[in-house]
C-alpha cells in the first residue's frame, strides 16, 4: 500500500452548541472526542506523537465568564469500567433524568428536564469518559488494555484534563475534581498526579460515595474491619425497611455505630474465647441492629457478609434489597438462594439514565455515533491493580501528599446511609487515618443523605447535595 493511501489520524471530533439555562443565561456545550497520543521515541530520538485513544468528553462553559475567576470541574464516574453519565445527568449537569424514586418508579421512555440545580450556575462542567467507556475507545491498530488499570487511567484521565485546560485557557481558573465510586478513587490518584506531574495544583476534590481503602470492603476470610463498617449501613436499610419500628434514624445510626466502633471488633476478635453469655448479647444486639434473626447472626458466626445480607433482610417477603441503594426491593427467581442474582436498585436506574443519555446527546448536542454509548462495560476487566502487589488497593496516602503539598486542597465527601457499595462508616474510617496534620484534616467536610450511592436519585437529597456541592465550589462550606 503505497503512503499516500494510508488512512489519516484520528481528530478531534467536537461538536458546538449553544443553550440556555432556566436563570436566562447562555452556555456553550462542546461535546465529542479528543485524540489522546504519546511521545513516540526510538534509540532516543524523538519520532513524533502517536494516537493511543479516543476519549469522549462533554464541556459546559458559561458564556462571558471570566476565566481567571470562573471554576472548572472536571467530573467522572467509576466502575472501573462506568462512564459519567450518573454525575452527568443526575446531578451536576444542565439536564438530568425524571425516573421517579423507589417504590414510585415511572415507566419506560422515562424522562429528560432542565436541571434548575446544576453545578454549572457557579462552575464551568467537563465530563470525562475513560477509555472503553461512553464513547470512548482505543485509536484504530491499538490496545485498550493499557488503560485498564489503576496507572493507566490516572494518567489518560490526566492527560485529558491537562489537554483541556491548555487548550481552553484555563490554567488560571479554580479547578475541581468530583468523582464517584471508583471515580473518588481516580480523584484521589489524580489530585497527587496532576501535582507531580503538570504542577496542576487543585482547589477542591469532591468525592461521592468515596472509597480509598479497599480493605474497608474487603470480606475476605481473616478481615473482621469490613464486617463492623458495613454495620451501622445495614442499620440504616433495614430502618427504611421497617425493621426498627418507630425509631428515628439518627437513634438508629447513633447505636449502630457506637457497637461497631468498639464491641463488635472486639466480640470478632474474640472468637472462640467469647464466653457462651457474650456471644449470646453479641449475637442479639447485630440482629437487633441489621434486622435478621438471631439465629441467621448465630449461624454465620456474628459475621453478615453484604450480598448476604441484601438478599436475607427481606427473605420473608420474597424480596432482595439493592446494594447500591438499599431502599430499593426486586424479586430473585428463587427465593432461597444465598447471593441474589441481580442489583434492583442497578435494575432501577439502567433504563431511565440509558434512555435519556443516547436522546440527549444525539438530538439536543446533536452529536451523532452509531457506536453503542458504554453505559456500564465489562470490558474493562480484569482491571489492574499490578502496582498494589502484595498489599491492598488504597489511595489515602496520594490524597494526602496532595493535601500535604498543596494545603490549600479541599475535601467534600458525600455519603449516602444506605449505599450498601461504599459504607458511610467505612469512609469515614480511611479519611480518620488520612496522614496530615490536624490544621489539613479541617479541609475534609462531609455530607449525609438518606439514599444510596447515587443519593441524587433521591429528590429530596438531589435538592440538597446541589446546594452542598455549590457551597463547596464557592468556598462556603466547613
Known amino acids: 500500500m503505497s503512503e499516500t493511501s494510508q488512512p489519516a489520524p484520528p481528530a478531534d471530533n467536537l461538536v458546538t452548541t ?60 467509576g466502575g472501573p469500567g462506568s462512564s459519567s453519565v450518573w454525575l452527568h445527568l443526575g446531578v451536576l449537569g444542565p439536564r438530568r433524568v425524571v425516573m421517579g424514586d423507589a417504590g414510585a418508579l415511572l415507566p419506560p421512555p422515562y424522562g429528560l428536564a432542565d436541571n434548575e440545580e446544576t453545578l454549572l450556575a457557579v462552575s464551568d462542567l467537563v465530563f470525562i469518559d475513560p477509555v472503553s467507556t461512553g464513547y470512548s475507545r482505543a485509536a484504530e491498530g491499538e490496545k485498550a488494555e493499557p488503560y485498564h488499570g489503576f496507572t493507566g487511567d490516572l494518567e489518560s484521565v490526566g492527560e485529558i484534563i491537562r489537554l483541556w485546560t491548555t487548550r481552553n485557557g484555563r490554567w488560571m481558573s ?53 464486617y463492623a463498617l ?95 441503594d438499599g431502599r430499593f426491593v426486586g424479586w430473585d427467581p428463587d427465593a432461597g438462594r444465598e447471593h441474589f442474582t441481580a442489583d434492583p436498585s442497578m435494575n432501577a436506574i439502567m433504563g431511565p439514565y440509558s434512555a435519556a443519555l443516547n436522546h440527549y446527546l444525539r438530538t439536543e448536542l446533536d452529536y451523532a455515533n452509531d457506536l453503542p454509548y458504554e453505559l456500564l462495560t465489562s470490558r474493562v476487566h480484569p482491571w489492574s491493580y499490578k502496582e498494589f502487589e502484595g498489599a491492598h488497593v488504597q489511595v489515602v496516602d496520594k490524597l494526602a501528599a496532595a493535601m500535604r503539598a498543596n494545603p490549600h486542597l479541599r475535601v467534600h465527601v458525600a455519603c449516602g446511609y444506605h449505599d450498601g457499595a461504599t459504607p458511610y462508616f467505612a469512609a469515614e474510617h480511611s479519611f480518620a487515618h488520612l496522614p496530615v496534620p490536624p490544621e489539613l484534616a479541617a479541609n475534609v467536610e462531609f455530607a449525609y443523605y438518606e439514599a444510596g450511592h447515587m443519593m441524587y436519585v433521591h429528590e429530596p437529597s438531589r435538592l440538597r447535595q446541589s446546594a452542598d456541592l455549590a457551597a463547596f465550589v464557592r468556598g462556603e462550606n466547613g
Open 174 to 226: 479554580p479547578k475541581f475534581l468530583a468523582g464517584e465510586s471508583y471515580g473518588t478513587v481516580r480523584a484521589a490518584g489524580l489530585a497527587d498526579h496532576l501535582q507531580s506531574r503538570y504542577g496542576m495544583y487543585l482547589n477542591g476534590v469532591m468525592l461521592i460515595s468515596s472509597v480509598l481503602d479497599f480493605i474497608t470492603g474487603d470480606f475476605n476470610q481473616g478481615n473482621d474491619l469490613a
Open 230 to 324: 458495613y454495620l451501622p449501613t445495614y442499620a440504616a436499610i433495614a430502618h427504611h425497611h421497617g425493621l426498627h419500628g418507630d425509631r428515628p434514624l439518627a437513634d438508629v445510626l447513633r447505636e449502630a455505630e457506637e457497637y461497631a466502633a468498639r464491641d463488635y471488633p472486639w466480640a470478632l476478635a474474640r472468637g472462640a474465647r467469647l464466653t457462651p453469655e457474650e456471644r449470646a448479647a453479641a449475637v442479639a444486639k447485630i440482629a437487633a441492629l441489621t434486622g435478621l434473626s438471631e439465629d441467621y447472626v448465630d449461624r454465620v458466626d456474628l459475621r453478615v457478609e453484604h450480598i448476604r445480607f441484601f438478599t436475607e433482610l427481606l427473605r420473608s417477603r420474597r424480596q432482595v434489597v439493592g446494594r447500591l
Open 18 to 77: 449553544s443553550h440556555s439555562l432556566p436563570s436566562g443565561q447562555t452556555y456553550t456545550a462542546v461535546t465529542g472526542t479528543m485524540v489522546l497520543r504519546e511521545e513516540v521515541f526510538t534509540e532516543g530520538r524523538f519520532d513524533g506523537l502517536r494516537p493511543k485513544a479516543e476519549v469522549f468528553v462533554t464541556a459546559y462553559t458559561l458564556d462571558g465568564a471570566d476565566a481567571a475567576s470562573r471554576p472548572v470541574t472536571f467530573a467522572f464516574n
